[in-house]
């Protein structure tokens, strides 16, 4: 009987205790905001071999420092140019196109072609939730046939797809 008593008075208390800490953790998980990246638009301007840190799409790290932000890149890989020069005989006009890199924040990092001109070509495209887009280019008219190659300098707009402002309902 004493037995008995001396459980209850030791496990009923730590069982409280148990269950109170599990509550307290339940609740403070439950009372953290899920993270909804804002809406943004912002334009860079790359030369070949230049990249440029995409900062609003910056996601945490898990990491031992608290705050840790990475964010993915993008970089202006190439600029193949085989526009017929002025003052060149051709067969054919050519085009203009970019060849971009993305690198995300675990590293991984993925290929894309902008182009105006090219056959086939987009103006835009979207890769993990970011859209890119061509914004300029300078210089923009064809070089002269003796002309050395330009060093292009190119405006790509990255906008965030996955953000979409929220309707309130009427």
């Known amino acids: 009987m004493k037995r008995s008593i001396l ?11 148990v269950m109170a800490a599990l509550y307290a953790c339940g609740s403070a998980a439950g009372n953290r905001a899920a993270v909804v990246p804002q809406p943004f638009a912002t334009t860079y301007v790359l030369t070949r071999g230049a990249s440029a840190l995409i900062t609003p799409a910056a996601q945490p790290v898990a990491s031992d420092k608290p ?32 060849s971009f890199s ?25 890769q993990d ?11 923009q008219g064809v070089p002269s046939r003796n002309d ?17 402002p929220q309707r309130k309902p009427a």
């Open 129 to 139: 939730g970011l859209t890119f887009t061509l914004a300029g280019v300078e210089p």
């Open 102 to 126: 993305l690198t995300r924040p675990d590293g991984v990092t993925s290929s894309f072609v902008l182009s105006d001109s090219m056959p086939n070509g987009a103006t835009s495209v979207t």
């Open 7 to 17: 459980r209850q008075l030791i496990v009923l208390p730590l069982l409280t205790f």
């Open 148 to 164: 050395i190659v330009p060093d292009y300098r190119v405006g790509i707009r990255v906008s965030n797809t996955a953000a979409t």
């Open 67 to 98: 705050g840790t932000l990475v964010a993915p890149v993008v970089r202006l890989d190439r600029v193949n140019d085989s526009r017929c020069r002025q003052g060149a005989v051709c067969v054919w006009a050519g085009y203009i196109s970019y």
